[in-house]
C-alpha cells in the first residue's frame, strides 16, 4: 500500500474514531435521561463527549506515555538510543522524536505515539535496550518511526481514548440501572437492566474491534517502510525472533495501550485457540518474520 493511500486512510480512521466515540457516549446519555426522565443526563453526555474528543486530540499521547510507564531519557542518559533515533530520523526526513524509556520493563518492546510528526514520541523498554544489539534495536527503532512517517500515530493514538472511554461508558451505564432510581419514563426496570447488561457485555468488544481495525495492517506496512529505512529486514526480523522467545510480563500494559506497541504485550497466548487468533491486535510474529525475510529492498 501507498503510504499517500495510508494517510488518506488514516484520516478517515480518526474521523470515524471521533465519530464513534460521540455516538456511543451520547446514544448512552441518551438512552439514560429518556429511562430515568431526566434531560440533563443527555446534557452532560453531550458536553463530556466533547472534552473527551479534545483531549483524544491534544493529550492522548501524553496519557499513553503515562499509562505506559514511559519516561523522557536524555543524550547523555542513553547516548546508544539517542544516536540511532536521531540517524534514522535524519534518514527519514522526520524531526527527532521525543525518546523516552519504560524503565524496569524487561520485556522487549517499544511503542510510537503523538499527534503528528513534529509532536510524535518514541518509547522503549529497559529489555530492549539490553537484549539487542544495534542492529536489531535499529530494526525496532526504524519500525517505530516508520508509524510517525505513515502518520498512523495519530488514530493509533485516539484508539487508546476511545476504547478506555467506552469501557467506561458502559460501566457507568450498568452502574447507573443498577443504582438509580425505580421510576422510569419509559421502561421497567428489568428491561432497563437487560440492555444495561448487554451495553456492559458488547461495548468492550467494540473497543476491541476498533483496535482490531487501526493495528494489523499497519503493522505490516510499518515492518516494510522500516526495513527500507535501514536498507534490509533482518535486524527486525532478529529482533521479533528475541521477542518472540520473551515471556517476560509487562508490568504496565494495558488493553487500550496494547495496539501501540510493536509486539502484543500480553503475549504468549497467540497460539492457544482461532478465538484468540481472531481478537489478536497484532498479526501473528512468525508471518511478521517471514515477511520480512521475503522483502524486495
Same mark, same amino acid.
Do not use: C
Given at each position: 500500500m501507498k503510504v499517500s493511500v495510508q494517510r488518506t486512510q488514516n484520516i478517515f480512521k480518526t474521523w470515524l474514531l471521533i465519530g464513534v466515540s460521540l455516538f456511543l457516549i451520547i446514544g448512552l446519555g441518551y438512552f439514560l435521561s429518556e429511562t430515568y426522565g431526566q434531560p440533563n *443526563?443527555?446534557? *452532560?453526555?453531550? /458536553?463530556? &463527549?466533547? @472534552?473527551?474528543?479534545?483531549? #483524544?486530540?491534544?493529550?492522548?499521547?501524553?496519557? !499513553?506515555?503515562?499509562? #505506559?510507564?514511559?519516561? =523522557?531519557?536524555?543524550?547523555? +542518559?542513553? =547516548?546508544?538510543?539517542? #544516536?540511532?533515533?536521531?540517524?534514522?530520523?535524519?534518514?527519514?526526513? *522526520? =524531526?527527532?522524536p521525543k525518546i523516552c524509556k519504560m524503565e524496569g520493563e524487561l520485556q522487549i518492546n517499544a511503542f510510537a505515539t503523538g499527534?503528528?510528526? +513534529?509532536?510524535?514520541? @518514541? !518509547?522503549?523498554?529497559? /529489555? !530492549?535496550?539490553?537484549?539487542?544489539?544495534?542492529?536489531?534495536?535499529?530494526? @525496532?527503532?526504524?519500525?517505530?518511526?516508520?508509524? *510517525?512517517?505513515?502518520?498512523?500515530?495519530?488514530? &493509533?493514538?485516539?484508539?487508546?481514548?476511545?476504547? !478506555?472511554?467506552?469501557?467506561?461508558?458502559s460501566r457507568v451505564f450498568l452502574y447507573g440501572s443498577l443504582f438509580g432510581e425505580r421510576e422510569r419514563k419509559n421502561q421497567g426496570g428489568a428491561g432497563a437492566m437487560i440492555i444495561a447488561i448487554l451495553v456492559a457485555i458488547l461495548a468492550p468488544l467494540v473497543a476491541v474491534i476498533i483496535q482490531l481495525a487501526v493495528s494489523r495492517k499497519r503493522e505490516f506496512l510499518a515492518d516494510a517502510s522500516g526495513a527500507k529505512l535501514v536498507g534490509s529486514g533482518e535486524g527486525l526480523a532478529k529482533a521479533l525472533e528475541k521477542i518472540e522467545g520473551d515471556s517476560r510480563y509487562l508490568h504496565n500494559a494495558s488493553t487500550a495501550t496494547s495496539h501501540l506497541f510493536i509486539s502484543n504485550p500480553f503475549r504468549g497466548m497467540e497460539e492457544s485457540s482461532w478465538f484468540i487468533k481472531l481478537f489478536m491486535t497484532h498479526p501473528p510474529l512468525k508471518k511478521r518474520i517471514k515477511t520480512l525475510r521475503s522483502l524486495e529492498i
Open positions: *443526563i443527555l446534557y *452532560i453526555a453531550v /458536553g463530556f &463527549s466533547l @472534552v473527551i474528543n479534545v483531549i #483524544s486530540y491534544w493529550l492522548s499521547s501524553s496519557i !499513553a506515555l503515562a499509562m #505506559s510507564g514511559a519516561r =523522557p531519557v536524555t543524550k547523555e +542518559k542513553e =547516548p546508544r538510543y539517542y #544516536s540511532i533515533v536521531k540517524n534514522l530520523s535524519e534518514k527519514a526526513k *522526520i =524531526p527527532i499527534r503528528n510528526p +513534529k509532536n510524535a514520541a @518514541v !518509547a522503549v523498554t529497559s /529489555g !530492549a535496550l539490553q537484549k539487542l544489539n544495534d542492529r536489531e534495536l535499529e530494526g @525496532v527503532l526504524a519500525h517505530e518511526l516508520s508509524h *510517525i512517517k505513515n502518520r498512523d500515530i495519530l488514530v &493509533s493514538t485516539i484508539v487508546v481514548i476511545t476504547a !478506555a472511554t467506552i469501557s467506561v461508558a
